[in-house]
Nanobody, 122 residues
């Protein structure tokens, strides 16, 4: 059974940084593209970033480009999201997902984590 477990969320002041991690089990991790998504209260889930199986193909939402960095470590079966210069509008539950790059681009992951809360205070 595939499991994705996120960690690293929390409360931070605007301008601060957080690093989210997602660890996978029950799958051949290097077979999957990985992505980060977020959902703010009252809003739909939105794409944040994706990374291909080799780490070469990386895409970001315009809203986070230049501030967030996605990376992966296939040996550790993990994907991370380094978030810098955080803004109050980044407040959301952040989810990691595994799937194909094309599917993740449509917010269609094969597997999803339970999410981790990120709150940015002004």
């Amino acid at each position: 059974q595939v499991q994705l477990v996120e960690s690293g969320g929390g409360l931070v002041q605007a301008g601060g940084s957080l690093r989210l991690s997602c660890e996978a089990s029950g799958c051949t991790f290097s077979n999957y593209a990985m992505g980060w998504f977020r959902q703010a209260p009252g809003k739909e889930r939105e794409f944040v970033a994706t990374i291909g199986w080799s780490g070469v193909n990386i895409y970001y939402a315009d809203s986070v480009k230049g501030r967030f960095t996605i990376s992966r470590d296939n040996a550790k079966r993990s994907v991370s999201l380094q978030m810098n210069s955080l803004k109050p509008e980044d407040t959301a539950v952040y989810y990691c997902a595994a799937g194909s790059l094309r599917g993740l681009a449509r917010s269609q992951g094969d597997y999803w984590g339970q999410g981790t809360q990120v709150t940015v205070s002004s």
